[in-house]
């Protein structure tokens, strides 16, 4: 088992930067890959961003690239989204998720955080 704890979202204006950190506990962080995905009202989840363990390979969602930045800390079993000029349409729930698979697809992903609210406004 892997316990995941997102922290970090709050009410931005557009322009503004955000940082998402999910601790984990459990099982070896190490181990997973680790994706942030998010969810607006009245769409289906997506991903944002997904980091490999080992070596941290990292992919990036087209409507995010070039403004967020995903990271991990595998010493302080953490992973990070950063998240810079923030545009309304990035409002949603943020969820991190851990996967055993290098992968984007949604159901794939074993454990997930609770998720954090991101709002931003015009």
């Known amino acids: 088992q892997v316990q995941l704890v997102e922290s970090g979202g709050g009410l931005v204006q557009a322009g503004g930067s955000l940082r998402l950190s999910c601790a984990a506990s459990?099982?070896?962080?190490?181990?997973?890959?680790l994706g942030w995905f998010r969810q607006a009202p009245g769409k289906e989840r997506e991903i944002v961003a997904r980091?490999?363990?080992?070596?941290?390979?990292?992919y990036y969602a087209d409507s995010v690239k070039g403004r967020f930045t995903i990271s991990r800390d595998n010493a302080k079993n953490t992973v990070y989204l950063q998240m810079n000029s923030l545009k309304p349409e990035d409002t949603a729930v943020y969820y991190c998720?851990?996967?055993?698979?290098?992968?984007?697809?949604?159901?794939?992903?074993?454990?997930w955080g609770q998720g954090t609210q991101v709002t931003v406004s015009s």
């Open positions: 980091i490999s363990w080992g070596i941290g390979i990292t």
């Open positions: 998720a851990a996967s055993a698979m290098i992968t984007s697809v949604i159901n794939r992903y074993d454990y």
């Open positions: 459990g099982r070896t962080f190490s181990n997973y890959n």
